[in-house]
Nanobody, 129 residues
Framework: QLQLVESGGGLVQPGQSLTLACTAS?????????IGWFRRAPGKEREGVAC????????FYADSMRGRVAISRDNAKNTVYLQMNDLKPEDTAIYYC?????????????????????WGQGIQVSVSS
C-alpha cells in the first residue's frame, strides 16, 4: 500500500520560508498519482492548499496561500515538495500530503473536496515571533 511521510515542519518566524517534503514508500511511484497538500489549523476544518496532477501538467492553488506556495516534485527521490514563502501566523497548522490515482478527479476538485485515498500522518508548522 502507498505510504506517505511528511517532513520539514517546524517553528518559523513570520515572513520566513519553509519547504515541506512528502516521500512515498510501499513500492509506488508518486508520478502515477495526483498529489495534494492540505492543512488543518487549530479550531478549523482541514482545507486544501495545493494539488497537482501526476504529470504536473495541472496544478491548483487554494486562495488561502496562492502566490506564496509552490508544489514541485523530485521523481528520483519519489518526493513531492511544498515551498511556502512569507509565512504568516495564520498559516500555523498541521500539514498533510495526500494522493489519489492519477486522473481520478480534476486537481481543483481534489483540493476543494479533499478527494484522496492515501494520507500522510501530518506535520506541524508553527509561525510565531
Amino acid at each position: 500500500q502507498l505510504q506517505l511521510v511528511e517532513s520539514g515542519g517546524g517553528l518559523v518566524q513570520p515572513g520566513q520560508s519553509l519547504t515541506l517534503a512528502c516521500t512515498a514508500s510501499g513500492g509506488f511511484r508518486l508520478d502515477y498519482f495526483d498529489i495534494g497538500w492540505f492543512r488543518r489549523a487549530p479550531g478549523k476544518e482541514r482545507e486544501g492548499v495545493a494539488c497537482a496532477s501526476g504529470t504536473y501538467s495541472n496544478k491548483f492553488y487554494a486562495d488561502s496561500m496562492r502566490g506564496r506556495v509552490a508544489i514541485s516534485r523530485d521523481n528520483a527521490k519519489n518526493t513531492v515538495y511544498l515551498q511556502m514563502n512569507d509565512l504568516k501566523p495564520e498559516d500555523t497548522a498541521i500539514y498533510y500530503c495526500a494522493a489519489e490515482g492519477d486522473g481520478s478527479y480534476p486537481v481543483q476538485t481534489m483540493c476543494l473536496t479533499q478527494a484522496a485515498a492515501y494520507w500522510g500522518q501530518g506535520i506541524q508548522v508553527s509561525v510565531s515571533s
